[in-house]
């Protein structure tokens, strides 16, 4: 089976910078995504890791450490739009999702 | 717009009935996954088709069942529902192997 660990909530201020780690235990791995979710929408794709490394889109940076089954997504100069559930995610054929993780932003 | 069509948007019915909620991917997506999202939970996966093939099934309910029609639009079919079958309901789409997932907006389902 799969599963994939994630904090429930992190709170961070607006301007910081914040890591939302996630471990996956899976039978079958091609790669971890993560996705955004504000309340009331659907989930919005932001960054793939199929190779261990860092990448960079903007102000997200996505982590993946396949030997470790470890990876996060690094928030940057945070803005308040950035409130919202942010969901790791393993695929193989299927994308089996996290619980997500709630992020919080104070002024 | 994310490309993926669901309707209805909004879905109340009573204990015991049935519904079907549907999907139209993105164009040229072969992959159609479904979700299901109750409140403050994350997205549970209930089945994958490819191409018109289930290709892959998660904690989907015996009362619950999909299919994909050749013009690859799917339905979600849901039976005898209970109070607890109260949730959001995602269909995604990808290409083959596609790192990206594509949501629609999703179908609101209330049991009452």
């Given at each position: 089976g799969q599963s994939l660990e994630q904090p429930s909530e992190v709170t961070a201020v607006e301007g910081a910078i914040v890591q939302i780690n996630c471990t996956y235990q899976t039978s079958g791995f091609y790669g971890l995504s993560w996705y955004q979710q504000h309340d009331g929408g659907?989930?919005?794709?932001?960054?793939y890791n199929a190779l261990d490394g860092l990448e960079e889109t903007g102000r997200f940076s996505s982590f993946l450490s396949r030997s470790d089954s470890y990876g996060y997504?690094?928030?940057?100069?945070?803005?308040?739009?950035d409130s919202a559930s942010y969901f790791c995610a393993v695929r193989d054929d299927k994308i089996i999702f996290g619980k997500g993780t709630r992020?919080?932003?104070l002024p | 717009d994310s490309g993926v069509t669901q309707t209805p948007k909004h879905l109340i019915t009573a204990t015991g009935q049935?519904?079907?909620?549907?999907?139209?991917?993105?164009?040229?997506?072969?992959?159609?996954?479904?979700?299901?999202?109750?409140?403050?939970?994350?997205?549970?996966?209930?089945?994958?088709?490819?191409n018109g093939e289930e290709r892959a099934k998660g904690n989907i309910l015996e009362r619950f069942s999909a299919q994909q029609f050749p013009d690859l639009h799917s339905e979600l079919n849901l039976s005898s529902l209970e109070l607890g079958d109260s949730a959001l309901y995602f269909c995604a789409s990808s290409p083959i192997r596609g790192t990206e997932a594509f949501f629609g907006q999703g179908t609101r389902l209330t049991v009452v």
């Open positions: 659907a989930p919005t794709f932001l960054s997504l690094l928030l940057q100069e945070l803005q308040m739009k992020l919080h932003i | 049935r519904v079907t909620l549907r999907c139209s991917p993105r164009s040229g997506d072969l992959s159609v996954y479904w979700y299901q999202q109750s409140l403050d939970q994350g997205l549970q996966f209930l089945i994958q088709y490819y």
